[in-house]
T-cell receptor
């Protein structure tokens, strides 16, 4: 079946640097994409989302880029802070249910 | 709003026992989702409801698993009998259909079956 997957299982960055977390999806019918952050012992927390009629969306310190041609999604975090250390999940949907990727662990070092 | 509320936060039980996990969605949300998270399989959708009606239960692993939503403010996920391989973190999430598709997650229930 079609699936959502992540390129990098772990990412280590220095505090203050920019982070880029990548995600590949295979369902060409997906029209909604979303990023979640999960800290240890907590549930996934919404970060930012994007619909397929857009290729870029910005939030506070975060940007999501969508490339439908190559079915690729990325999350950019500007000026990464220690509090950004967590597991990040991308998910895609063509309805109301979300299909989650495996997650990328982001570690921010001082 | 207090967000999605799950109980208990932790559950330790012995193999063969019945386990009931509880969820209170965000008020006004009309979709409710149950997920299971493990290191090996990640986040898996088990079942979801719309307006208290189960829409898709294809993710429910076995007949030992059942879920109900008797009203808009309460849902249960039951495992009977429980097995050690059911050990995982179970999340409930809710969303509102007439707007964004954002699912808001509870803090989860960590289940350990001995």
């Amino acid at each position: 079946g079609e699936s959502v997957g992540l390129h990098l299982p772990t990412l280590s960055v220095q505090e203050g640097d920019n982070s880029i977390i990548n995600c590949a999806y295979s369902n060409s019918a997906s029209d909604y994409f979303i990023w979640y952050k999960q800290e240890s012992g907590k549930g996934p927390q919404f970060i930012i989302d994007i619909r397929s009629n857009m290729d870029k969306r910005q939030g506070q310190r975060v940007t999501v880029l969508l490339n439908k041609t190559v079915k690729h999604l990325s999350l950019q975090i500007a000026a990464t802070q220690p509090g950004d250390s967590a597991v990040y999940f991308c998910a895609e949907s063509s309805g109301y249910a979300l299909n989650f990727g495996k997650g990328t662990s982001l570690l921010v070092t001082p | 709003d207090a967000g999605v509320i799950q109980s208990p936060r932790h559950e330790v039980t012995e193999m063969g026992q019945e386990v009931t996990l509880r969820c209170k969605p965000i008020s006004g949300h009309d979709y409710l989702f149950w997920y299971r998270q493990t290191m090996m399989r990640g986040l898996e959708l088990l079942i979801y409801f719309n307006n208290n009606v189960p829409i898709d239960d294809s993710g429910m692993p076995e007949d030992r698993f059942s879920a109900k939503m008797p009203n808009a403010s309460f849902s249960t996920l039951k495992i009977q009998p429980s097995e050690p391989r059911d050990s995982a973190v179970y999340f409930c999430a809710s969303s509102f259909s007439a707007g964004e598709n954002i699912q808001y997650f509870g803090a989860g229930t960590r289940l350990s079956v001995l």
